[in-house]
């Protein structure tokens, strides 16, 4: 069986996300890699060193310099005449584009898979991760897209893949770029970093919420995540946003402050090693998926905990 991977990039270098897709991958059967872009050279170097990639798939053109989703999806349904599966990570850009695929091949998507139990059987979330589907496909091909908290990274320098150059299916002509306004942060990106600091709406305002969560996260190293009252209060922006609508982390520490745990912010974090969580409520959802729980003010309790560490 022959499995193409998406590649999520910048051009420049390669993103973590398609580390995990490789080990989703590598269990269903060979794994090529596809890197479109525009000027991705080290990027195709970077994948072919991916411990289990086979071959890499090349596609430079200035007509996908941005990776528009029109553009990309033809690319990868003409590579599924020798390829048995595709699999994307299931972020923004790969959510983008795999439903065009599977609508391009007339097959079901098989979203957000947690383990490849079979080559045609997988495990995906359900109502807001409170159940675990078991979904078989009888596709004859199979557009498949993978949460990447589930499955570890594949070894970056493993690897000596051979490198293919492919040829784009040219411009669309059904949407065009216009421009990006990319979020610099200081702090790890959430998908990536190892230990988060998130807060919720009890932290009131977009000053408080500065004051009370950035000198902890500053002195841990973290990222900052919050929840969606939080996010839709305006405290901080929608990037910030942690759950089943924002974005699916797994670190190695998370820690939930003014958190209550509804379901859907629950869903989005619940696979982290370590669940520290501060609430006044000692019947918060939040307590019941924590390893630390720390009943109190958080206004009082987060200032103390700086102070000591």
Known sequence: MSVLVYAEHDNASLKDATLAVVTAASQLGEVHVLVAGN??????????????????????????????AENVAPLVASLMASHDAVLF???????????????????????????????????????????????QSSDAKKVITVRGTAFAKADENGGSATIEAVSGSGDSGTSTFLSAEIAKQERPELTSAKIIVSG????????????????????????????????DAGFVPNDYQVGQTGK????????????????QHLAGMKDSKVIIAINKDEDAPIFQVADIGLVGDLFTVVPELVGKL
Do not use: W
């Open 39 to 68: 000027g991705c050279d080290a990027v195709a170097q970077a994948a072919a060193k991916i411990t289990g990639v086979a071959k890499v798939h090349v596609a430079n053109d200035a007509t996908l310099a941005n990776q528009l």
């Open 200 to 231: 919720g709406r009890a932290l009131k305002d977009a000053e408080t919420f500065a004051a009370t969560i950035l000198p902890l996260a500053d002195k841990l190293g973290a990222g900052v995540g919050a929840s969606r009252a939080a996010v």
């Open 89 to 135: 990570p299931a972020t923004a850009h790969g959510k983008n584009i795999a439903p065009r695929v599977a609508a391009l091949l007339d097959v079901m998507q098989i979203s957000d898979i947690l383990s490849v139990e079979s080559a045609d059987t997988f495990t995906r979330p359900i109502y807001a991760g409170n159940a675990i589907a078991t979904v």
């Open 248 to 263: 699916i982390v797994a670190p190695e520490v998370y820690v939930a402050v003014g958190i209550s745990g509804a379901i």
